[in-house]
């Protein structure tokens, strides 16, 4: 059993080699702590932005294309500032301060956004349900508070679920299965909030008032703090390693100066140290590839190195330092292609609302009426079922094909997730099509909602479920597995920044369609009055772009080499 360095709540060093801390400590044991404070932080997350895009538009008084684009970009921002938090976890705080810190800006962001809809001053003045005056000043503050909570998320994303793995340890097998699992009972919180909150938070935004609406999310997130510190006493903490970025530019500043060193052919000779240890805080050695050689001139030993500048790692780089930065390259181009599958993802609260807003939203006969938004449930349910079933079922038959111990490798996994996002995009075009046809045919131009169920919409939210529990949790997984040991939140903020990159690809090509399709005078694709519009043909460009992207991740993932890690953690 390898030791590893771990901080106790009192800030001093212990190891999980010591068996007594082992029994007392980690595992899942300290996980519902964990699952617990995702699960309140998610509701208050979903609860809060599910909606947002109407509350632009009928708070905030702005168009349908505005109101896209902002909380496209909204949306963006909050997958964008875990590189922040994963920073300044990996490089100095650590995980568990990393998390706690940034949930007090996640509170005061969701206090303020509470009041910005509920204080005389704050508010918009609104005349009737959907028709507000909101001053430039109110609209400020609202965005503010969102733009605070973006920041508060940013520590909060990257860090959680790496905390989570970092409680099972990779040196022990039983533990390490475990970890698989861990992953898909995360998700499936995330979701069991997302499912309350696009449920009963979204009907009391619309039916009671936003300042409940916003308001529950505020308590959801207090609790999620009080989750987290609860477990303080089970958790296993790991060591920072030291900025992650620092040790990324000595190797490629080290390179270019030694671009004219030639690499010897005995990789053995390359720089590294003598002990099982890596000279990185948290992390293992990692061992030689063959991928990238330029970057082993890092690690030539010269006679320079060795009367001048021995222990400059500006200079000289140990091998294990070259292959965190492989580790690294080798993953972006798998990055890359999760764009696209976000910008899918993104529609469930862009497009797909404002599509259901146009359509019947009654419960059979009765004079309930369900809000567009809270379809996403069916989002939800299609996970809720789907994890289970690829837990207990799919892993278990596919091991017995494959001989892997988890049934498909993380690659495999996020490939089938990708295919079934293409057929969530033809499910949403045939629908707007076949509204439109409806739209045409009975002149129904000025009517607010066209007589089709809004339940027609259940497919391409089912499908896009379904898609999520392969890509998304296989991502996840992946990205933490793959990462160099001292980069996990960093990593894990990688992952998390393909759906900011969706998000912003979704809003960009929102602006291009709308530039475009809006000249000489016509509606465009996305008009105010949808029923002169064309959302089906940006469902089908988004289809094409997945079809495409599906082939260039097959090509990629057939590239791909594996990361091999030895020796013990420091």
């Given at each position: 059993?390898?030791?590893?360095?771990?901080?106790?709540k009192?800030?001093t060093v212990?190891?999980?080699?010591?068996?007594?801390?082992?029994?007392?400590t980690?595992t899942w044991?300290?996980?519902?702590?964990?699952?617990?404070?995702?699960?309140?932080?998610?509701?208050?997350?979903?609860?809060?932005s599910?909606?947002l895009?109407?509350?632009f538009?009928h708070?905030l008084?702005?168009s349908?294309?505005t109101?896209?684009?902002?909380?496209l970009?909204w949306?963006g921002?909050?997958?964008?500032?875990?590189l922040?938090?994963?920073?300044v976890?990996?490089?100095?705080?650590g995980?568990?301060?990393?998390?706690?810190?940034?949930?007090?800006i996640?509170?005061?962001?969701?206090?303020?956004?509470?009041?910005?809809a509920?204080v005389?001053?704050?508010?918009p003045?609104?005349y009737?349900?959907?028709?507000?005056?909101?001053?430039?000043?109110?609209?400020a503050v609202?965005?503010?508070?969102?733009?605070?909570?973006?920041?508060?998320?940013?520590?909060i994303?990257?860090?959680?679920?790496?905390?989570?793995?970092?409680?099972?340890?990779?040196?022990?097998?039983?533990?390490?299965?475990h970890?698989?699992?861990?992953?898909?009972?995360?998700?499936?919180?995330i979701?069991?909030?997302?499912?309350?909150?696009?449920?009963?938070?979204?009907?009391?935004?619309?039916?009671v008032?936003?300042?409940?609406?916003?308001?529950?999310p505020?308590?959801a997130?207090?609790i999620?703090?009080?989750?987290?510190?609860?477990?303080?006493?089970?958790?296993?903490?790991?060591?920072?390693?030291?900025?992650?970025?620092t040790r990324?530019c000595?190797v490629?500043?080290?390179?270019?100066?030694?671009?004219?060193?030639?690499?010897p052919?005995?990789?053995?000779l390359?720089?590294e140290?003598?002990d099982?240890?890596s000279?990185?805080k948290?992390?293992?050695?990692?061992?030689?590839?063959?991928?990238?050689?330029?970057?082993?001139?890092?690690?030539?030993?010269?006679?320079?190195?060795?009367?001048?500048?021995t222990?400059?790692?500006?200079?000289l780089?140990?091998?294990?330092?070259v292959?965190?930065?492989?580790?690294?390259?080798?993953?972006?181009?798998?990055?890359?292609?999760?764009?696209?599958?976000?910008?899918?993802?993104?529609?469930?609260?862009?497009l797909?609302?404002?599509?259901?807003?146009?359509?019947?939203?009654?419960?059979?006969?009765?004079?309930?009426?369900?809000?567009?938004?809270?379809?996403?449930?069916?989002?939800t349910l299609?996970?809720?079922?789907?994890?289970?079933?690829y837990?207990?079922?799919?892993?278990?038959?596919?091991?017995?094909f494959?001989?892997?111990?988890?049934g498909l490798?993380?690659?495999?996994?996020?490939?089938?997730?990708?295919?079934?996002s293409?057929?969530a995009?033809?499910?949403?075009a045939v629908?707007?099509l076949?509204?439109l046809?409806?739209?045409r045919?009975?002149?129904y131009?000025?009517?607010?909602?066209?007589?089709m169920?809004?339940?027609?919409?259940?497919?391409?939210?089912?499908?896009?479920?379904c898609?999520?529990?392969?890509?998304f949790?296989?991502?996840l997984e992946?990205?933490?597995e793959q990462?160099p040991?001292?980069?996990?939140?960093?990593?894990?903020?990688?992952?998390?920044?393909?759906?900011?990159?969706?998000?912003?690809l979704?809003?960009?090509?929102?602006t291009?369609?709308?530039?475009?399709?809006?000249k000489?005078?016509?509606?465009?694709w996305?008009?105010?009055?949808?029923?002169?519009?064309?959302i089906d043909?940006?469902?089908?460009?988004?289809g094409?772009l997945?079809?495409?992207?599906?082939g260039?991740?097959l090509?990629?993932?057939?590239w791909?080499?594996y990361?091999?890690?030895?020796?013990?953690?420091r």
């Amino acid at each position: 059993m390898a030791e590893e360095d771990v901080y106790t709540k009192d800030g001093t060093v212990d190891y999980l080699g010591n068996p007594a801390n082992r029994k007392e400590t980690g595992t899942w044991r300290a996980c519902p702590f964990i699952i617990g404070n995702e699960f309140c932080e998610r509701l208050a997350y979903y609860g809060m932005s599910s909606n947002l895009v109407l509350y632009f538009k009928h708070r905030l008084n702005q168009s349908s294309a505005t109101a896209t684009r902002n909380n496209l970009n909204w949306g963006g921002t909050c997958y964008i500032t875990p590189l922040i938090g994963a920073f300044v976890a990996d490089a100095y705080l650590g995980r568990y301060w990393t998390i706690a810190s940034f949930s007090s800006i996640y509170v005061a962001g969701m206090t303020l956004l509470t009041m910005s809809a509920t204080v005389p001053g704050l508010r918009p003045e609104c005349y009737s349900k959907d028709h507000c005056h909101p001053t430039d000043g109110q609209t400020a503050v609202t965005f503010v508070a969102l733009y605070l909570i973006a920041l508060g998320t940013g520590g909060i994303k990257p860090c959680v679920s790496s905390y989570g793995a970092d409680q099972f340890d990779d040196a022990d097998e039983t533990e390490k299965k475990h970890k698989s699992s861990f992953f898909n009972w995360f998700y499936l919180s995330i979701n069991v909030g997302a499912l309350i909150a696009g449920s009963v938070l979204v009907w009391i935004q619309d039916n009671v008032s936003w300042g409940w609406g916003f308001g529950i999310p505020a308590i959801a997130m207090a609790i999620a703090v009080v989750s987290f510190f609860s477990g303080t006493k089970l958790f296993r903490y790991q060591k920072p390693g030291g900025s992650p970025v620092t040790r990324i530019c000595q190797v490629l500043v080290a390179s270019f100066r030694k671009r004219k060193v030639e690499v010897p052919a005995d990789k053995s000779l390359l720089h590294e140290t003598a002990d099982a240890e890596s000279n990185i805080k948290g992390s293992r050695k990692l061992d030689h590839t063959k991928e990238f050689s330029f970057l082993d001139k890092a690690a030539v030993e010269t006679e320079k190195d060795d009367i001048k500048s021995t222990g400059d790692p500006w200079n000289l780089c140990t091998v294990t330092q070259v292959e965190e930065l492989k580790a690294i390259i080798r993953l972006l181009p798998i990055w890359a292609t999760g764009i696209i599958f976000s910008a899918v993802y993104s529609q469930m609260g862009n497009l797909f609302v404002l599509q259901g807003e146009t359509m019947d939203k009654f419960v059979g006969n009765s004079t309930f009426e369900i809000p567009s938004a809270s379809l996403s449930i069916f989002d939800t349910l299609s996970v809720i079922f789907w994890v289970p079933v690829y837990d207990r079922i799919v892993v278990p038959v596919t091991r017995k094909f494959t001989g892997h111990k988890n049934g498909l490798t993380q690659l495999q996994r996020m490939g089938i997730g990708l295919f079934i996002s293409i057929f969530a995009m033809v499910s949403a075009a045939v629908l707007e099509l076949k509204r439109l046809q409806m739209v045409r045919n009975n002149n129904y131009y000025e009517l607010d909602s066209v007589p089709m169920s809004i339940f027609w919409q259940v497919p391409q939210y089912f499908l896009i479920g379904c898609a999520e529990v392969f890509t998304f949790i296989g991502q996840l997984e992946f990205f933490y597995e793959q990462a160099p040991d001292a980069m996990r939140s960093m990593c894990s903020a990688l992952s998390l920044t393909t759906v900011a990159l969706g998000n912003y690809l979704s809003s960009l090509l929102v602006t291009i369609v709308t530039s475009i399709s809006t000249k000489n005078g016509k509606a465009g694709w996305i008009p105010d009055n949808l029923n002169y519009g064309h959302i089906d043909y940006f469902f089908w460009l988004l289809g094409i772009l997945s079809v495409l992207n599906l082939g260039a991740f097959l090509l990629i993932s057939n590239w791909y080499t594996y990361k091999k890690a030895i020796g013990t953690l420091r």
